[in-house]
C-alpha cells in the first residue's frame, strides 16, 4: 500500500480534523512535484476503505483497499492525460501522447457518477492534472460539479490553480499544499541515494520528487550544455543551439523551464544578490547580472511560450525565437548601463 511522503503528515494531519466537514469537491493546489497526486490518491483509498473503525488511514486489507491497491475498484476513476494514452489496443495503431483532458473524457465520467456505488455509496474521482481540462471538458464538468450526484466525490489535483475556470475552483474546497522543508526533502532524497540532494533541489525549487527526477534525468547533458551556450552570448550561435534542441527531442516546457529558471536568477541577483535555481552556475549569472539586464519583458515572453508549449508549433523556430529575443535583451540592457 502507498503511504503519504514524510512531509505530508501535518497536511494529513489537518484534513483528517476536517473530515466531517468534507465537501464534494477538493482542488489540492501547491508545486509540481511535491507529491499532491500520492496525496489525493492516499485520501481517495482512505474514503473507499470499508473498515469502519479506521481513524487516520486505510487499513489495507479490507476488500475496498484490496480492489483499489489492485487497480479495479469498480468506485474509482482517474481523470488524467496519461491515462487517456492506455486506451488503444495492443493492434491499434500507438495514439499520439494526449496534453489535455477532452470533452469525451468528462462524458464517460458522467456515465460513471451517475451510476449507483458498487460498494458503499461512494464514488470517487481523482483529476489531474486539473488545469490539462480543454475549455469544453471544463465547462462539462462544472455541470457535474453545480449538480454533483448523490455520493459523488472528486478531487481535483492542480499544479497551475490559476488557469482553471473561477466558477470550478469557486465549487471547490482549495486545500493547498506548501513546498516541504528543505532538511526534510534533503533527507528523504538521501534515503533515495541521490548524490548532493541539496543542488538536485534547487534545480527544481525545492521540490522533492522532481528534485529525484532531476538527479537522474536522461536529459541532463541536454541541460549543462544548453546553460554553457547562454552562460556565453558572445558566442552563442542561436540557430546551431535551436538546431541541437531540435535533434535531441526535448519537450518545449523542459526547455523554456530551464530559460524561466536562469532568468529568474539573472533578475534576483540583481534585485536581492541571490539566486534560487542554479547555484552550480553562480560565476556565470552573477556575471551577466553584473549587465544590470532587466529582463521584465523577456519573462513575459518565456511565460507565453510555455502556456503554448503543448501546441503543435515548429519548436526549432520558437527555441531560435527565444534565444534571439534572449541576446536582444542583454544587448538592450548593456547599452544602457
Same mark, same amino acid.
Given at each position: 500500500?502507498?503511504?503519504?511522503?514524510?512531509?505530508? $503528515? /501535518? #497536511?494529513?494531519?489537518? &484534513?483528517?480534523?476536517?473530515?466531517?466537514?468534507?465537501?464534494? !469537491? @477538493?482542488? %489540492?493546489?501547491?508545486?509540481?512535484?511535491?507529491?499532491?497526486?500520492?496525496?489525493?490518491?492516499?485520501?481517495?483509498?482512505?474514503?473507499?476503505?470499508?473498515?469502519?473503525?479506521?481513524?487516520?488511514?486505510?487499513?489495507?486489507?479490507?476488500?475496498?483497499?484490496?480492489?483499489?491497491?489492485?487497480?479495479?475498484?469498480?468506485?474509482?476513476?482517474?481523470?488524467?492525460?496519461?491515462?487517456?494514452?492506455?486506451?488503444?489496443?495492443?493492434?491499434?495503431?500507438?495514439?499520439?501522447?494526449?496534453?489535455?483532458?477532452?470533452?469525451?473524457?468528462?462524458?464517460?465520467?458522467?456515465?460513471?457518477?451517475?451510476?449507483?456505488?458498487?460498494?458503499?455509496?461512494?464514488?470517487?474521482?481523482?483529476?489531474?492534472?486539473?488545469?490539462?481540462?480543454?475549455? $469544453? /471538458? #471544463?465547462?462539462?464538468? &462544472?455541470?457535474?460539479?453545480?449538480?454533483?450526484?448523490?455520493? !459523488? @466525490?472528486? %478531487?481535483?489535483?492542480?499544479?497551475?490553480?490559476?488557469?482553471?475556470?473561477?466558477?470550478?475552483?469557486?465549487?471547490?474546497?482549495?486545500?493547498?499544499?506548501?513546498?516541504?522543508?528543505?532538511?526534510?526533502?534533503?533527507?528523504?532524497?538521501?534515503?533515495?541515494?541521490?548524490?548532493?540532494?541539496?543542488?538536485?533541489?534547487?534545480?527544481?525549487?525545492?521540490?522533492?520528487?522532481?528534485?529525484?527526477?532531476?538527479?537522474?534525468?536522461?536529459?541532463?547533458?541536454?541541460?549543462?550544455?544548453?546553460?554553457?551556450?547562454?552562460?556565453?552570448?558572445?558566442?552563442?550561435?542561436?540557430?546551431?543551439?535551436?538546431?541541437?534542441?531540435?535533434?535531441?527531442?526535448?519537450?518545449?516546457?523542459?526547455?523554456?523551464?530551464?530559460?524561466?529558471?536562469?532568468?529568474?536568477?539573472?533578475?534576483?541577483?540583481?534585485?536581492?544578490?541571490?539566486?534560487?535555481?542554479?547555484?552550480?552556475?553562480?560565476?556565470?549569472?552573477?556575471?551577466?547580472?553584473?549587465?544590470?539586464?532587466?529582463?521584465?519583458?523577456?519573462?513575459?515572453?518565456?511565460?507565453?511560450?510555455?502556456?503554448?508549449?503543448?501546441?503543435?508549433?515548429?519548436?526549432?523556430?520558437?527555441?531560435?525565437?527565444?534565444?534571439?529575443?534572449?541576446?536582444?535583451?542583454?544587448?538592450?540592457?548593456?547599452?544602457?548601463?
Amino acid at each position: 500500500m502507498k503511504t503519504l511522503y514524510p512531509w505530508q $503528515a /501535518a #497536511a494529513w494531519s489537518q &484534513l483528517m480534523r476536517e473530515m466531517d466537514r468534507l465537501p464534494h !469537491a @477538493m482542488l %489540492i493546489t501547491g508545486e509540481e512535484g511535491i507529491g499532491k497526486r500520492r496525496f489525493a490518491e492516499y485520501l481517495a483509498q482512505f474514503l473507499l476503505c470499508e473498515d469502519e473503525t479506521k481513524t487516520t488511514a486505510p487499513c489495507g486489507v479490507c476488500d475496498g483497499c484490496r480492489w483499489y491497491m489492485a487497480g479495479n475498484h469498480p468506485d474509482y476513476r482517474v481523470l488524467s492525460p496519461e491515462d487517456n494514452e492506455n486506451d488503444a489496443s495492443e493492434d491499434a495503431k500507438p495514439k499520439r501522447k494526449s496534453q489535455v483532458i477532452g470533452v469525451d473524457d468528462i462524458r464517460d465520467l458522467a456515465d460513471f457518477v451517475n451510476l449507483t456505488a458498487h460498494r458503499k455509496g461512494i464514488r470517487v474521482t481523482v483529476v489531474y492534472p486539473a488545469e490539462t481540462l480543454n475549455v $469544453a /471538458a #471544463a465547462n462539462a464538468f &462544472l455541470k457535474t460539479l453545480e449538480e454533483p450526484p448523490s455520493g !459523488a @466525490m472528486f %478531487i481535483l489535483v492542480s499544479n497551475h490553480w490559476r488557469r482553471l475556470l473561477p466558477t470550478i475552483r469557486s465549487r471547490c474546497r482549495v486545500f493547498p499544499m506548501a513546498t516541504p522543508e528543505h532538511a526534510t526533502a534533503a533527507a528523504w532524497l538521501a534515503q533515495q541515494q541521490v548524490v548532493n540532494p541539496a543542488l538536485h533541489l534547487a534545480h527544481t525549487g525545492g521540490a522533492p520528487l522532481a528534485a529525484l527526477e532531476d538527479a537522474s534525468a536522461e536529459w541532463l547533458p541536454n541541460r549543462k550544455a544548453f546553460l554553457a551556450h547562454i552562460a556565453n552570448p558572445a558566442v552563442l550561435d542561436v540557430l546551431a543551439v535551436a538546431s541541437e534542441l531540435e535533434k535531441a527531442k526535448l519537450e518545449m516546457s523542459l526547455v523554456v523551464g530551464w530559460l524561466q529558471k536562469w532568468v529568474h536568477d539573472l533578475i534576483n541577483i540583481k534585485m536581492t544578490g541571490k539566486l534560487r535555481y542554479y547555484p552550480d552556475w553562480e560565476s556565470d549569472l552573477q556575471r551577466l547580472a553584473a549587465q544590470s539586464p532587466a529582463f521584465f519583458h523577456y519573462t513575459d515572453r518565456l511565460n507565453e511560450a510555455m502556456r503554448l508549449a503543448h501546441h503543435p508549433l515548429n519548436q526549432r523556430l520558437v527555441f531560435e525565437s527565444l534565444l534571439f529575443a534572449y541576446l536582444d535583451a542583454l544587448r538592450s540592457n548593456k547599452g544602457k548601463k
